[in-house]
């Protein structure tokens, strides 16, 4: 599909099931859920290891996150860090179940917005919830399994003739686990997400790509920005940081959507023609 007819049946997509919208509902349900996750994978992560560990590589998303969010997410983080339970209690195993079932709202919120986008039937309640919690539970392995992988490099590259490279090679390949760990998450949510029998999106999309892309783009710019010329406190006051925090997720819900979009656009196009009828239902 050429590039000129490929933007304007995006366009036509993201107006016609109002992505925009769709992403807002999103990201009001990742920051329902995103502490929730944060404290899942910690409490998960300190069964076996120091959860200090998710406290520092945090500053990974310094560049990304708006500067009064970050804020907000480190102090969180260090409070939750702060007071894990390391062990098999009872009460840490309910603390994280409770954790999982509330982080699960954002993972559910995204499958229904890529369900609306890529013309997918909403599942039913239990399906929904069964895999909405699977899929938030496979995340979190991977993002445990990328810790694990950002702890092992330096120890592993100590061992390599590197000289003065050496750190600037952990530097770069920390941020290659990074950017892998996010490739790797919407890989997973855009292949097991959408609810299309028979029609599931490859592992490695186009749509994948445009995500990435604009997802970092649009993060980088809004972080810059609001470090040097806006400040969400003055305006909201107490709330800012939140605020803050609820823009970011909502460009992020929008580069997720609008990749899913255009995996969408792709895979029409890649269909043979339909009648006049099965057009207006695949709309």
Known sequence: MRPLPAIRELWRISAARDLSLIAAGVAFFALLAIFPAVAAVIALWGFWADPVVVQQQL???????????????ETQIERLVGTNERGLGVASLVSLAVALWSARLGVAAVIRGMNAIM????????????????????LMAV??????????????????????????????????VAVGTVVVGLAILYRFGPNLPGRRTRWLSPGLGLAVALWAAASVALSRFLANFGNYNEVYGSIGAVIALLVWFYISAYAVLLGAAFNRVLRDSAMPPASDEASEALN
């Open 119 to 138: 013309g997918g039937a909403q599942r039913g309640g239990v399906r929904h919830i069964v895999i909405a919690l699977a899929l938030t539970v496979l």
């Open 143 to 176: 993002a445990i399994v990328a810790l694990a992988a950002i702890l092992i490099l330096p120890v592993v590259l100590a061992f390599m003739p590197l000289g003065p490279l050496a750190e600037s090679t952990i530097v770069a390949a920390k941020w290659g």
């Open 59 to 73: 500053q990974l998303l310094r560049e990304f996150v708006p500067p009064e969010a970050f804020a907000l997410l």
